[in-house]
């Protein structure tokens, strides 16, 4: 059991004595300042009465062209759905319509013109198709739900 003390001993030894931080003063708790007073708001002043001429007037920017049909358009239809992973209108038709001819899609934000290239009744592909059908019609942009189709003369 001897040994074993000189060994505490020893390893007692080897460390170093903790040294002593200096005494700590307790911390103050912060003193509240009183809030400061308001001062009322001044007087409002009566606004200059204006002596310098108005600059002159900016001219009117030109009307954007009317959104609708153009002379001689025709009324084929309204986009009922869009399918944009295949880029495929449902449009209702009102007239008939075929392969070959030229179309115009409007509506609130697209307005775009296009060759009909293909038209399909039931998954079936068709050269022509008549008013009351529901067809699919491939296009060139995003058409959205209620645009109207026109045909545009050739």
């Given at each position: 059991?001897?040994?074993?003390k000189?060994?505490?001993?020893?390893?007692?030894a080897?460390?170093s004595?903790a040294?002593k931080?200096?005494?700590?003063?307790p911390?103050?708790?912060?003193?509240?300042?009183?809030?400061?007073?308001?001062?009322a708001?001044a007087?409002k002043k009566?606004?200059?009465?204006?002596?310098?001429?108005?600059?002159?007037?900016?001219p009117?920017?030109?009307?954007?062209p009317?959104?609708?049909p153009?002379?001689?358009?025709?009324?084929?239809?309204?986009?009922?759905?869009?399918?944009?992973h295949?880029?495929?209108?449902?449009?209702?038709?009102?007239?008939?319509?075929?392969?070959?001819?030229?179309?115009?899609?409007l509506?609130?934000?697209?307005?775009f013109r296009?060759?009909?290239?293909?038209?399909?009744?039931?998954?079936?592909?068709v050269?022509?198709?008549?008013g009351g059908?529901?067809?699919?019609l491939?296009?060139t942009?995003?058409a959205?739900e209620?645009?109207v189709?026109?045909?545009?003369?050739?």
């Amino acid at each position: 059991m001897a040994a074993v003390k000189k060994r505490k001993a020893k390893v007692k030894a080897k460390k170093s004595p903790a040294k002593k931080s200096p005494a700590k003063k307790p911390k103050k708790s912060p003193v509240k300042k009183p809030a400061p007073k308001k001062k009322a708001p001044a007087p409002k002043k009566k606004a200059a009465a204006r002596t310098a001429p108005k600059p002159a007037a900016k001219p009117k920017p030109a009307p954007a062209p009317a959104r609708g049909p153009l002379p001689g358009e025709v009324r084929v239809g309204v986009v009922t759905h869009y399918y944009g992973h295949l880029a495929v209108a449902a449009v209702r038709l009102e007239v008939v319509l075929s392969v070959g001819q030229t179309i115009r899609i409007l509506g609130h934000t697209s307005d775009f013109r296009q060759r009909v290239d293909s038209i399909q009744i039931e998954h079936r592909p068709v050269t022509e198709a008549l008013g009351g059908d529901e067809i699919g019609l491939r296009v060139t942009q995003h058409a959205r739900e209620h645009d109207v189709v026109y045909r545009v003369p050739a």
